[in-house]
Structure formats: structure tokens, C-alpha cells
């Protein structure tokens, strides 16, 4: 096996978690029609096959806006702009059903290409297209009459769900119908927010341009949660971008855990940001910083996995996995996007007023930050909750680092009782005491 396919290996195990906690998840994403002209969007038409093929129900939204604007000139309609929304009269109206209609098209076709030897043969995609967004017109705005342009009045999501779970990819254009049978143009960014909000969605993703949301310095936003995209709202003067933004800071502030704003331009964007730790664009979460939490159950995997390098060098004590789901309530965790990085325990030794930090484990992409002593702050605080004196840890290498934890190393008589009888002897572990 020569190194690439070492390397795809590794990847791919890298990837499992994350495969496995978006399976049935249910994500919307949200286009422009200047994703769609760009020779990239094959490749994303590619992984959105892919993240179908691996259980995520998705729901498309696509834009037509560069659409529009050439159906127009070909119609000789002239283009009237208020406040930097289109007022859609009956010559712009039919501009708009030609453009959104042959896009519909165009990408269902996309999604159903399946030739021998291509990304998606075989896929047998199923796309559902229909009158799943209800509109309303916008009405007369300070003595402006928007005529058909309309917003969202209401997302018909038990259509939506059913088709989901008939295993089809929903694909909605920005136009909307109302009860009385008429057409309204819509705006790519309130579809796509409406939908998400009104499905529950666990994330919205949309596509940009650049490589995600970028700072005033020139530099990619990484993660953040809403009240940052609202900074980032006021520097900017683009027109588009404050429409992305504000999709974004609507559908984090309606009850979307997860938005992400990535380039249309990446043709690994969409699955790197998915499927790797670190992502490719802008992470924004309600709370965008990693979770420290009681481990559960479900955690074992996890946190086996982290301890296992650990535990083959010999630095920790090797645990099966049926006495860590015994012990599993005693450890607390650190996750990035559903998975652990960073994991200790506590064992409390009342008798002795004392408790015991094990297990402390931390994966080598993250050892430069804070976590152990997030981890160590949050043991210590539940063992005040415990009312307990004192916490001690016993180590074979890591003294110097919880020296500077604030801990001082004390002769092995300092131990609890219950601790004395199963020390080992062998590992000449060293003991550190701390009181809080």
C-alpha cells in the first residue's frame, strides 16, 4: 500500500464519527445562481450525491439571480430596484419563471446523471420538486408597489418530510405560490432560511464566494457564533454578503444548532467541512465553543479511542470497555462537532474527603490550547460539589504540568486508604495532591 492510499486510509477513519453522527440529520443548502455557472459545481453536485448516499436528508435551495438579469435582457425588460429588492412586474415575472424553471431543470439533471465510470453511477438519486413554499406579495412599501415580489408565508414541511423520508433530495427555487394560485419572486435567502427554521433543520450551509465569512482583516472566520456574523454584518457593505449574513444570524437565532458558510469555488469544501475536525469554511453555533459535558453511553467509543495511545505506552492504566461502562458517569469530555478530544475522570473517595483525576487524555491535534485545564477546572468543581477537600492525580509523566495546575507532590502515606491498597509498585507512579 503505498502512502496515498495509507493516507486515504487514514482519512477515512478519521471520518467515521463524523459519517455516523450526520446520518439521518436533516441539512439544507442554500446556493446562489452564481454557484451553479461556477465549473466547480459538478464536484458539489458529486458530494451532495454522496452525503444522500450516507443517510443525510437534504433539502437544495437554489438563487437565479445572474439568471434573471440575462432572461431579462434577452426580454429587453428593464430592471427596477428599490432599496436592493427587485420590484417584479409581469415582464420581470416571466423572466423569472424561464430562469428559475430551466435552472430546476438543469439540476435535476445534474442529480440524475449517472454514467458508468463517474462520481455518481449508480446513485439513483430521487429529486422532489413542488408548491412547497407558500408565499405572500410584500405589498407597497413606503408608496412602492413590489407587485409579484413576495416573501415566505409558510413552508409546507410535513410535504417536505415525507419526501425525505421516501430517501429523495428536496430542490427549491425562489418562487412561491399562494392559496389564490398566483407566482411571486422570492429571495433566495428567505427560502432558504424559512425552510431550515420550519424543518428544524440541524444545519443550514451556505455557499459563498470567498472561503467562508471573513474578518476586517482579510483572514477566514473559523467558528463563531451569531452575535460575531453580526459584527461581521456591519463591516461590510457588499449587498450579498449582509443577505447571507442575515440568513445565517435568522435561522442561528430560530433554533438552527449549526450554520456554515463555505466557498462554492473548493471542490472539497462541502466534505472537508463535514467530515473533518478543523472544517474548510465558518463554523457559527449557538455556542460555538467545544462542550464540556458528563460523558454518556454513547461516549465509550470515543473516549476508548482516545485513550487507547495512552494506554499502549504505558502512560495510562489500560481499561476494558465493560469497566469503563460501569465508570462511565465519573468522566467528563470535551467535543468538537460530536467528537471527543479530551477526556478525565473523577473517583471521589468520601471516607477520605478525597478524590482521584484519571483517564486525563487529550488528542495531539489539540494539546497546544486550554483544554486539560478546562478539564481539570470542571473536575475540580464537581468535587466541591461533592464537598470533598482535596483532589490527587498519580502520574508517571505529566508532575511538571500539574505543578503548574496548582498542585504540590506528596509521599505515597498521603494517599486515601482505599488508594494505598491497589497502588501499583511497579509503575512508580508519583502522587500529586491539590486542595481545593
Not at 80 to 93: H, P
Not at 257 to 286: P, V
Request: charged share 25%.
Amino acid at each position: 500500500m503505498d502512502n496515498n492510499d495509507k493516507n486515504n486510509v487514514k482519512w477515512f477513519r478519521n471520518a467515521a464519527p463524523y459519517i455516523n453522527a450526520h446520518r439521518g440529520k436533516t441539512v439544507v443548502l442554500m446556493f446562489g445562481g452564481e454557484a451553479v455557472l461556477h465549473p466547480n459545481f459538478a464536484n458539489i453536485i458529486h458530494d451532495i450525491a454522496l452525503l444522500r448516499s450516507l443517510g443525510v436528508k437534504l433539502v437544495l435551495v437554489h438563487g437565479a439571480r445572474p439568471q434573471i438579469e440575462d432572461r431579462m435582457k434577452l426580454q429587453n425588460v428593464e430592471p427596477l430596484m428599490e432599496n436592493n429588492i427587485r420590484i417584479t412586474d409581469s415582464g420581470t415575472l416571466s423572466a423569472v419563471k424561464d430562469a428559475t424553471g430551466s435552472l430546476r431543470i438543469h439540476i435535476e439533471a445534474l442529480l440524475t446523471m449517472g454514467l458508468v465510470n463517474s462520481p455518481m453511477h449508480g446513485s439513483q438519486i430521487r429529486v422532489s420538486t413542488g408548491n412547497f413554499v407558500i408565499s405572500k406579495p410584500i405589498g407597497v412599501r413606503n408608496g412602492v408597489d413590489f407587485k409579484h415580489t413576495g416573501m415566505v408565508r409558510r413552508i409546507d414541511t410535513v410535504g417536505i418530510n415525507t419526501q425525505l423520508d421516501y430517501g429523495s433530495i428536496v430542490l427549491l427555487s425562489p418562487v412561491g405560490y399562494s392559496p389564490t394560485g398566483e407566482v411571486f419572486n422570492l429571495s433566495l435567502e428567505d427560502v432558504a432560511t424559512q425552510t431550515a427554521i420550519s424543518l428544524k433543520a440541524d444545519k443550514l450551509i451556505t455557499f459563498t464566494e470567498q472561503e467562508g465569512l471573513i474578518d476586517s482583516t482579510g483572514k477566514l472566520v473559523k467558528s463563531c457564533g451569531v452575535s460575531k456574523v453580526k459584527e461581521l454584518l456591519k463591516q461590510t457593505d457588499d449587498h450579498i454578503e449582509q443577505l447571507l449574513m442575515r440568513a445565517i444570524i435568522q435561522s442561528g437565532e430560530n433554533g438552527v444548532e449549526r450554520c456554515h458558510c463555505i466557498s462554492y469555488q473548493s471542490d472539497s469544501a462541502l466534505l472537508q467541512e463535514l467530515f473533518t475536525r478543523d472544517g474548510a469554511g465558518t463554523l457559527i453555533a449557538k455556542d460555538y465553543q467545544e462542550q464540556v459535558s458528563t460523558a454518556t453511553i454513547d461516549d465509550v467509543g470515543g473516549i476508548l479511542e482516545l485513550l487507547a495511545p495512552l494506554e499502549e505506552e504505558g502512560i495510562l492504566v489500560k481499561r476494558s470497555r465493560e469497566l469503563l461502562e460501569v465508570e462511565i458517569e465519573r468522566f467528563t469530555v470535551i467535543k468538537k462537532e460530536d467528537v471527543i478530544i479530551a477526556c478525565a475522570a473523577l473517583y471521589p473517595y468520601p471516607e477520605d474527603n478525597s478524590g482521584e483525576v484519571a483517564c486525563v487524555a487529550i488528542h495531539p491535534d489539540y494539546r497546544k490550547g486550554n483544554r486539560g485545564v478546562r478539564l481539570i477546572n470542571t473536575l475540580e468543581q464537581a468535587a466541591k460539589k461533592q464537598r470533598l477537600s482535596s483532589i490527587f492525580v498519580l502520574t508517571t509523566v505529566s508532575g511538571h504540568w500539574f505543578l503548574e495546575q496548582g498542585f504540590t507532590e506528596q509521599p505515597l502515606d498521603k494517599l486515601p486508604e482505599g488508594k494505598k491498597k491497589m497502588y501499583n509498585f511497579q509503575r512508580k507512579s508519583k502522587v500529586f495532591v491539590k486542595d481545593i
